[in-house]
């Protein structure tokens, strides 16, 4: 796969400690794809470009604790905070959405790429897997 612009949603923040998705990011990036990898919820908005091709991002969210609330207003802000993030800094538009995180952006759908994977690595004890699931084209 080459040529394809790639958001991987991580859990874990890019850093010293690297687990399967950072070296998924870094792979294909090193494979000529731009990578964005978004780390957790932080206090600034901020891009960085770690290596060719590979940028890491960090996002302050609009609303803490917004998973508390029904399913209509979680999305509705998360497609505010998706929409903020692809205008200002992805800026290209996504070949690939593949998430790592049940508890944010459970509707993969709204970041408009052609493909959207949903990769729980770990046990995650919480109903927004079901949601984000039944988003996403290929579950592993």
């Not at 470009?49 to 509705?76: E, H, I, Q």
């Amino acid at each position: 796969m080459k040529n394809k612009t790639i958001l991987i949603i991580s859990p874990e923040p890019w850093g010293i400690n690297f687990v399967s998705k950072h070296h998924y990011a870094s792979h294909l990036a090193a494979d000529g794809n731009t990578v964005f990898f978004l780390n957790p919820p932080s206090e600034q908005t901020q891009i960085q470009c770690v290596a060719s091709n590979l940028y890491v991002l960090d996002y302050k969210p609009m609303l803490r604790g917004a998973n508390r609330l029904p399913a209509v207003f979680r999305n509705g802000l998360n497609s505010l905070q998706i929409n903020h993030l692809q205008k200002n800094y992805i800026r290209q538009p996504l070949d690939i959405v593949w998430s790592f995180d049940p508890y944010r952006f459970q509707n993969l759908k709204q970041f408009g790429a052609k493909i959207s994977i949903y990769h729980p690595v770990d046990t995650h004890n919480t109903h927004l897997e079901t949601t984000i699931a039944a988003s996403a084209d290929y579950l592993f």
